[in-house]
Nanobody, 112 residues
Framework: QVQLVESGGGLVQTGGSLRLSCTVSGSSFSTKHMYWYRQAPGKQRELVGLITIDGITNYADSVKGRFTISRDNAKNTVYLQMNSLKPDDTALYFC??????WGQGTQVTVSS
């Protein structure tokens, strides 16, 4: 049973930073491509970015240059560093493994 647990969400002012973490258990983390998604109220879930098993990253245009995804295979954890946050970044953020397994989400709220 693969389990993903996100943490690190919270309330931050415009221009601030947060780092989300997602720890994976129950399966080999290093063999999984990892994804971050977000869903704002009334909107569809959207892909924020991904990191492959080789550490290659790709990002949505809306977050490029502000967000960074990294992974620590020794800790079975993937990170989403979010800088220069905007109110439009307010959403429930989810991590995903292999586009199969989901975490429960962590709320990020950016105040104007």
């Amino acid at each position: 049973q693969v389990q993903l647990v996100e943490s690190g969400g919270g309330l931050v002012q415009t221009g601030g930073s947060l780092r989300l973490s997602c720890t994976v258990s129950g399966s080999s983390f290093s063999t999984k491509h990892m994804y971050w998604y977000r869903q704002a109220p009334g909107k569809q879930r959207e892909l924020v970015g991904l990191i492959t098993i080789d550490g290659i990253t790709n990002y949505a245009d809306s977050v490029k240059g502000r967000f960074t995804i990294s992974r620590d295979n020794a800790k079975n954890t993937v990170y989403l560093q979010m800088n220069s946050l905007k109110p439009d970044d307010t959403a429930l953020y989810f991590c995903n493994a292999q586009r199969i397994w989901w975490g429960q989400g962590t709320q990020v709220t950016v105040s104007s």
